[in-house]
């Protein structure tokens, strides 16, 4: 079975950037998804598009096919009175908007009573390098296929990843 819209599928990876590790997946536990529904970046998504559980490829996706270009609109500085905690540069909180929606934030620098945070994502404008392995493509479920993301072996909630 290839992978195409509305597929499950497992994929076993390693992202570098730079020639630098930053993420992968666990040893036996691959990174499940639902093809076609956004649960994974564009380049990588598009990518998988065909391939077939065993096939390994090498996939470089561009900032634009990735978490985009930087945006230095999206560094910003906020008032220490906002935060509620002790505030650690280079640490990521969130923020919670009018509309209920979260966005993460990474603080980059504390000067007296201002707090520089940058709103982009860690790895905006970066080319990021996977090595995958598919690991199983199956059928969605018409339960995966209504909630939009592939359901785990114990419950449905444990879809964090957004590669």
């Known amino acids: 079975m290839n992978i195409s819209e509305n597929k499950v599928v497992e994929i076993e990876y390693t992202l570098t950037v730079n020639g630098e590790v930053v993420d992968q997946s666990e040893s036996g536990e691959p990174l499940t998804y639902l093809q076609g529904h956004g649960n994974i970046i564009p380049g990588l998504e598009k990518a998988l598009d065909g391939k077939a559980a065993g096939d390994h490829l090498q996939v470089t996706v561009q900032p634009d096919d990735g978490y985009g270009e930087r945006d230095e609109e999206a560094i910003q500085v906020i008032a220490r009175e906002d935060f509620d905690d002790d505030i650690e540069v280079g640490a990521t909180y969130f923020a919670q908007a009018e509309d209920g ?21 860690p790895l905006a404008g970066e ?37």
């Open 101 to 121: 929606s979260v966005t993460p934030f990474t603080v980059m620098s504390l000067e007296g009573d201002d707090v520089t945070v940058d709103f982009n994502p």
């Open 127 to 163: 080319v990021l390098n996977f090595d995958v392995t598919v690991k199983s493509v199956r059928d969605a479920t018409a339960d995966e296929l209504e909630h939009g993301h592939a359901h785990g072996d114990d419950d449905h909630e444990d879809e964090d990843d957004d590669f």
